[in-house]
Structure formats: structure tokens, C-alpha cells
């Protein structure tokens, strides 16, 4: 009974996502009398956005549409590009898989879930994109997926296609797993910081000579090709400069260690995620060209955070570094807009700078900003609507769309809650347990093991951040 009530709520809760009714396909979008915050060439004010065939086609004053469109007035509102969310873990059903320090044959992809309630509320924040990482279990972690939160839709519409292809790199604390020994577990190598760059390093080399045997196959100097190895097969692309390296770190020493292999490899960081401390080193980032993506005031939580402080973004700016602010978590996600605004605050950053960075500098540091990112003739209609300046608190987002199609409707979310709470209370009550939501808790089932009392990395601070 129990496991047919929580069936049921799941299904429940899942249809809190009026996304499956606001997607439309309409063959043209009218944005009217907007404050459009084009993140690229300034703010416009009583400024109309064409949108046609999930395109964004026109942007001026009085702009006409045909009469079917969908027309939305944004009088006395905002219109901002999609937040680009640069690290999540949103929509993954698994995160690490801690078993050896290189798990480059994995791929999050084959884990993603499109049902994740959090993928709505990133919706309901502004969020329309985001770059799905691997935990920080390993030296070398899995493959990435660069997705549009298209709530509703089959999960194979949520991935970018032409988006680049990355890769999870991770130094320090959660690498050595030096507070996460299980006991009677045999410890994992690498065990200290340099055996994480001793791990990568080793990493290379191989590849290295992996590829020298394709490339001896095709120049057909031997005649027996080489053994397909998954492992090998993706440090392979970063060495050719077809996969990105999205690297967890928090001390600026390692982030220089890897800045110093990947130059030993002749290969690019794309971003150094976190990058705490960052400021200390940021000459030596912006001279290979490397991207940051860091929180905003996020710190204190373990030791390798000490050394964080507010003014991080604006000095990584001032010195040249394309600088990213993300969530890596569903709450903070839903408030990147806030996030922004503190760089304002701490630093002096200028207001299209700060936008920039969570919407066009992620969208550059994950190589779909041809396509998304910022507002302009072209680009694919991945917009937001709110109610005022979205730097401010009081701050509403009123419509999400992503090319076009309304993801997120404020007004409908609202009108459908009444409904949606009356058919939660009656699922309720076919459980014969009293109803958590009531103070009861339902009697854990033989063998389960809840989140509360897990001791796997992937649901711990340490697995991901």
C-alpha cells in the first residue's frame, strides 16, 4: 500500500508541472513595451522582441506580428536572457561513481531524469539551461550533458546537440576521500593531494600513447587497430581540443597544478569550477584563457573554503577572466539572479556585467552561446519575464520560455494550485498510514535505505561541491 501511495504522489507532485500544458508551439511570439536587458548590447527601454519559429527574429519599437501570435504585454516589466546554470547536479538519478579516481567512461547522460521536480522550479527562477556534472568523487569524473530544462518533453529533447562535449575534473578534499573512509573499506588511491595530480598525470600519459597507436593504425603502420578503450577514448577528444575539462577545486594551488599539467599536455582548461580562491591567481588563468564559474558568498563549510571572500568575481573581471556564477544545488538555483547582484555590491561590477555573468559568460564557457545566452537577432528565444529589475529581492519571474514555447507561466502555476492541493489531500488519504504531511511518518520498508540514512558520496556535500 505504501509503495502504491508514494507511486501516486510522485505522480502527483509531478503534475505541479503546468509545463506540460504552458509548452506550446506557436509559429510566432510578440514580447511587448519591455525593459529588455540584452546582456550584450545594453538595456532597452519600451523595446518589442519578435520571436518566430523559436528564434528571436526582430527587436525595436512597435513591432508588428501576425494574428495568431502570442502576445505578451511587458509593460513596466523586465526581459532577460535564460539563466545559464555552468554547475548542476539537477535531473541526475546517480552522481559519482567513486569506485576508481578515473571514471572518464561514464556518462551522465545515460542518468538523467526529466521527471526531477527541481527542473520546474529552476524554471520558476528564470533558469533555462544548464551543464549536468559528474560528483567530485574522482581525480577524473564522468562526462557532462549540456541540456534546456524543456519540462514535459522527452529527455532526448533536453539535451543541446551541438553543444561541446566536457568532462568532470576534481582536486582536494573530496578526491583523497579523506572524510568519507567507510569502515572495513580498503582505502582508494589517490590518498593525498599530489597523488591526485600524479592520478591525472598517469591519466595522460596513457592517452597519450593510445592515441599514438590510432594514429600509427590510420597512417597504416600497423596493421592490427588498436583495442577500443572507453576509459582512454575521452582524454583522447581534451588532448585534441574536442572535449572540455570543467575542473572542482577550491585552493588556488591546485587550480594552478592543473593550469601547469594541462600546459605539460598542451591542452585548455575550460573552467575551473568554484575557484574560491581564484583571486589569488587570476593573472595566470586569464593568460590561458580559462573560465571561472564560482559562487557568489557560498563558504565556510569545510577548510578548503576559509579563504573565499565576497570580492572574488570582480577581481577574477578586472583581470580579464570570463567569470560564471552557479548554483550547484536545486535551491540556489532558483535565486542566480540574486546572486548576480552581489557582485554589484562587492566589487563595483557594472549591471550588464553582472548579468553577464549567468547568462552570456556560462553560456560562452560551455560553447553554446551562439545559440543562447544573451538577446539578440538569431539566437534561439530563451527568455524571461519579470516582474521588476531582477536584481531586486522583490524580484518575480512571471514567464520562462525556451525557444519560444512557454515553460513556466506564474499566473497559470498559481491558478492550478487549488486544484493540485485537493488531489494531493485525497492521495493522502488512501494511504493507510497517517499522511506525513500530518505529523506521521509511514513505516520504513525491510532493507530500504532512505536519503536521511545513506552514507553514499553522491548525497553528501562532499560528493558534489
Known amino acids: 500500500m505504501r509503495k502504491l501511495f508514494v507511486f501516486l504522489l510522485m505522480i502527483s507532485i509531478v503534475s505541479i508541472s503546468p509545463a506540460i500544458v504552458f509548452a506550446q508551439s506557436k509559429t510566432e511570439v510578440l514580447v511587448k513595451n519591455a525593459t529588455v536587458m540584452t546582456a550584450a548590447k545594453g538595456t532597452l527601454e519600451n523595446t518589442d522582441i519578435l520571436i518566430q519559429n523559436g528564434k528571436i527574429t526582430k527587436i525595436g519599437k512597435n513591432l508588428k506580428a501576425a494574428a495568431n501570435a502570442q502576445i505578451f504585454d511587458a509593460s513596466g516589466k523586465f526581459v532577460t536572457p535564460g539563466i545559464v546554470d555552468a554547475h548542476s547536479h539537477t535531473m541526475l538519478d546517480a552522481i559519482n561513481e567513486g569506485s576508481f579516481s ?69 582536486m582536494g578534499e573530496n578526491v583523497k576521500r579523506s572524510n568519507f573512509q567507510i569502515q572495513g573499506q580498503t582505502p582508494r588511491y589517490p590518498r ?98 580559462t573560465g571561472v564559474s564560482i559562487f557568489a558568498d557560498y563558504w565556510g563549510y569545510k577548510l578548503e573554503a576559509y579563504d573565499a571572500i565576497p570580492y572574488n568575481a570582480a577581481i577574477l573581471w578586472k583581470n580579464g577572466v570570463l567569470v560564471s556564477i552557479n548554483s550547484d544545488s536545486d535551491e540556489r538555483m532558483r535565486r542566480l539572479n540574486i ?65 519560444g514555447e512557454v515553460y513556466f507561466d506564474r499566473n497559470k502555476d498559481i491558478a492550478k494550485r487549488a486544484e493540485l492541493e485537493k488531489e494531493r489531500t485525497e492521495l493522502e488519504k488512501l494511504d493507510a498510514n497517517k499522511a506525513p504531511g500530518s505529523g506521521g511518518t509511514p513505516p520504513k520498508v525491510p532493507g530500504e535505505k532512505r536519503i536521511a540514512d545513506r552514507d553514499d558520496a553522491d548525497q553528501t556535500d562532499g560528493g558534489n561541491r
Open 339 to 403: 546572486d548576480a547582484a552581489k557582485v554589484m555590491k562587492y566589487g563595483n561590477v557594472p549591471e550588464e556585467e553582472a548579468l553577464k555573468m549567468i547568462t552570456f559568460n556560462p553560456a560562452k564557457q560551455l560553447g553554446i552561446d551562439k545559440r543562447t545566452g544573451s538577446i539578440e537577432v538569431g539566437k534561439d528565444a530563451d527568455l524571461v519575464i519579470w516582474s521588476e529589475h531582477p536584481f531586486s529581492p522583490y524580484a518575480r519571474v512571471e514567464t520562462t520560455m525556451i525557444e
Open 192 to 289: 593525498t593531494r599530489m597523488g591526485v595530480v600524479e592520478t591525472m598525470r598517469d591519466a595522460f600519459l596513457r592517452a597519450k600513447d593510445y592515441k599514438q597507436a590510432w594514429d600509427d593504425y590510420k597512417a597504416k603502420k600497423t596493421k592490427v587497430p588498436p583495442r577500443k578503450d572507453l576509459e582512454l577514448e575521452p582524454l583522447v577528444e581534451i588532448l585534441e581540443g574536442k572535449r572540455l575539462v570543467h575542473a572542482h577545486g577550491y585552493r588556488s594551488d591546485e587550480h594552478l597544478n592543473l593550469l601547469l599539467l594541462a600546459d605539460e599536455f598542451g591542452f585548455k582548461v575550460a573552467t575551473l569550477q568554484h575557484g574560491l580562491e581564484a583571486y589569488k591567481i587570476a593573472p595566470e588563468i586569464a593568460k590561458r584563457g
Open 102 to 170: 578515473v571514471t572518464s567512461m561514464t556518462n551522465v547522460r545515460d542518468v538523467l531524469n526529466p521527471h526531477d521536480i527541481a527542473i520546474y522550479r529552476a524554471l520558476a527562477g528564470g533558469v533555462t539551461s544548464a551543464n549536468l556534472l559528474h560528483g567530485s568523487a574522482n581525480s577524473i569524473g564522468g562526462q557532462n550533458s549540456t541540456v534546456k530544462f524543456k519540462y514535459g518533453k522527452p529527455v532526448e529533447d533536453f539535451v543541446i546537440a551541438d553543444a561541446p562535449p566536457g568532462i568532470k575534473f576534481a
